[in-house]
């Protein structure tokens, strides 16, 4: 995939495009040179920072300590990270209406192995 729109990395992301902004003002995310700033690789570092202030963290210490080199969120950009890079189109329950599969049939196998309900 290209570059991302600050638009496109929110709406991978589940954020908002004001959010995105937000980060980069603070240093918390980098936007590269060029139409589209963002790469996937930038999803979950958004997921994770929002998720983190909604938990209760300020954003501005999050923001304080990268610049000082305390954090950083480029362990997300690993390889055991890009398998939750982006969000998928369909989700389950939609994949259940459109093939008419019953959704307690298709969740069955993922508590089989473990997931939870």
Do not use: H, N
Not at 55 to 60: C, K
Not at 77 to 99: I, K
């Amino acid at each position: 995939m290209g570059g991302l729109s600050a638009a496109g990395l929110a709406g991978l992301a589940g954020a908002t495009e004001a959010e995105v902004e937000r980060l980069v003002e603070l240093g918390v995310l980098v936007a590269r040179e060029g139409a589209g700033p963002f790469r996937e690789s930038d999803v979950p570092k958004v997921r994770l920072a929002v998720a983190c202030e909604q938990a209760g963290l300020p954003m501005e210490g999050i923001a304080a300590a990268i610049r000082a080199g305390r954090l950083s969120f480029a362990f997300l950009e690993t390889a055991l990270y890009r398998r939750w890079a982006v969000r998928s189109g369909p989700t389950y329950q939609q994949v259940s209406q459109d093939t008419g599969c019953p959704w307690s049939c298709s969740a069955a196998p993922s508590r089989r192995w473990g997931s939870p309900r």
